[in-house]
């Protein structure tokens, strides 16, 4: 198979679909990869890396989508990249259609096979190809959250761990899930005072196993999270209800009787935040201010650490490109329910039932498609 890797042209995205490691595996198993020039650089991988790797250096975006019988990349693609679609192109990213009926029909009337990373499901049940950008949006909010709290950047100038004789800061994580998990491993890892908040109890029971009595489990009510928030210096939102908007857990009140200077890091605010003064932020204006509370909602976290966030982005998707590329696209969907579920687009046909409801469209179940 001939897989492209074009360079991501979305507004400040540095991650890339394939690494140097993903090429030389794909080439040792006689495919061809096309990388376009620079592709990997914002992520650290140089041109030079990938041809060592066995990769053809392609100079135009426009000759990666046009040899490629499959393009790899990281996010749905832009408006000038609708050109490059074409009948029988097999497109595995990130495609969110649900909010993109333009896109949904460009991929549509051209007949691309798109497999969106995000509706993949592995054998558990969860969403494989989601969970690694919550594991570094996770971690990177309580180093953000850190930074935040100094006082030069707006907070109460505390230092997460404290020092022998000086208490260390209180963190407060909204939802236990991967990104509460992780923000509470790192937060933990500094030496803060942490509690974490959840709905489940049973997930709370396990939280409480796995780090062992070293953080306060808090059931989610509106008494326990407006203590938890009023004494806390920093407050990260984990909160997520597959497919809804995220529930405010956090309220306006609720931050005002926050003390001065304390931060807020809203991790959900891609799923609308949850946390009632949050609202979505990008890395060139990343934070504001409410109530005297720093609020930092950046949507695309791991864009901040693309090295990491490639990665581990890879390492999730990597398995499925070279099952895809081994056996082909029908094959490969026939073969693997994980596969299958991604599939969004088919053959002109719309796959997916939640983005067929969501744009009032009709749809298909690619089975009866392919049977
Ligand atoms: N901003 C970014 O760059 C970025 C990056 C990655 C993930 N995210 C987002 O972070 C959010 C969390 O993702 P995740 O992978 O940790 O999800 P998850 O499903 O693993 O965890 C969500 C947790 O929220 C809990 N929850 C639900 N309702 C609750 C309530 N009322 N009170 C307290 N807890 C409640 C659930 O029980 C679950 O444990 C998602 O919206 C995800 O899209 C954002």
Redesign the pocket.
Known sequence: MIIGVPKEVKDHESRVGITPAGVKALSEAGHKVLVETHAGELSAFTDDDYQSAGAEIVGSAHNVWGLADMVVKVKEPVEKEYGFFREGLVLFTYLHLAPLPVLTDKLLTKKVTGIAYETIRDRQGTLPL??P??EV??RMSVQVGASYLEKERGGRGVLLGGVPGVPPAKVCI???????TNAAKVALGMGARVKI????LN?LRELDDIFNGRLITVA?NSYNVARATAESDLVIG?????GAA??K?VTKPMVAGMKKGAVIVD?????GGCIETARPTTHSDPSYEVDGVVHYC?????AAVPNTSTLALTNATFPYVFRLAREGAKAAILGDDGIREGVNTYNGKLTYNAVAQSQSKPWRAIRELLA
Do not use: Y
């Not at 909204?174 to 509460?180: E, N, S, T």
């Not at 991790?267 to 799923?271: S, T």
């Not at 950046?298 to 791991?302: D, G, H, L, R, S």
């Open positions: 989601l969970t950008m919550s949006a996770g909204i939802g236990g899930g991967i990104v509460g908040v959840d709905l489940n997930r989610s984990g909160v997520l209800i597959p995220a529930p857990i991790v959900a605010i891609d799923q950046v949507t695309n976290m791991p």
